[in-house]
């Protein structure tokens, strides 16, 4: 029922914000010349899938966990597009061809040891990533590998469709909390 649930919508919000998509496009070309982000991140079963995004970060960004990056590497425009949550637009298109749900684990990336061994002691890989969950509106990220690992298997075991439309309608209230960016 789920998954229903995540083609309607994800159809729908492209459709709805196909004009933004245009203008951010546009905007993200004038501003690194290349607007889509493109980063290879581990999904359901470990399977290694493109999450898209728009870019908010110098282009030649090494690909490491966001918290390790400078904060000098993010852009103005990019800056903008991280506060307002818009840089994540581009993922209905991996929700919509089955990468990712709206709700489920953040999707990390291959390089990122420690997460990947927590989320495998506590079976996380069973499930699609998401764009937000319960660690997103608890402010957790993925600094913290055993506590996110922790709650991504907390948010699994108590998962049913009411939680999905409580942690899809917290983030568009503002819930919702990206990974910090560090030093």
Do not use: C
């Not at 546009?26 to 010349?33: H, K, L």
């Not at 470990?46 to 110098?58: A, G, I, N, Q, Y």
């Not at 993010?74 to 990468?99: A, C, M």
Request: hydrophobic share 50%.
């Amino acid at each position: 029922m789920v998954r229903f649930f995540d083609i309607i919508f994800s159809f729908i919000g492209l459709l709805i914000l196909s004009p933004v998509i245009l203008l951010l496009l546009v905007i993200g070309f004038f501003d690194t010349g290349s607007p889509i982000f493109k980063q290879e991140r581990i999904g359901v079963n470990k399977k290694v899938f493109r999450l898209l995004k728009f870019r908010s970060m110098d282009i030649n960004t090494q690909a490491v966990a966001t918290h390790l990056v400078q904060v000098s590497a993010i852009t103005r425009w990019g800056s903008f597009l991280r506060k307002s949550k818009l840089d994540e637009i581009p993922q209905l298109f991996n929700v919509l061809i089955g990468d990712m749900s709206f709700v489920g684990p953040r999707p990390n990336l291959y390089n990122q040891v420690e997460l990947i061994k927590e989320r495998d002691i506590r079976n996380v890989y069973r499930v699609r990533p998401g764009i937000t969950g319960l660690a997103q509106i608890s402010k957790i990220d993925m600094s913290t590998p055993a506590l996110l690992a922790t709650t991504d298997a907390k948010m699994i075991a108590e998962f049913s469709l009411l939680q999905y439309f409580k942690y899809i309608f917290l983030t568009l209230l503002g819930k919702g909390f990206g990974d910090r960016v560090g030093k």
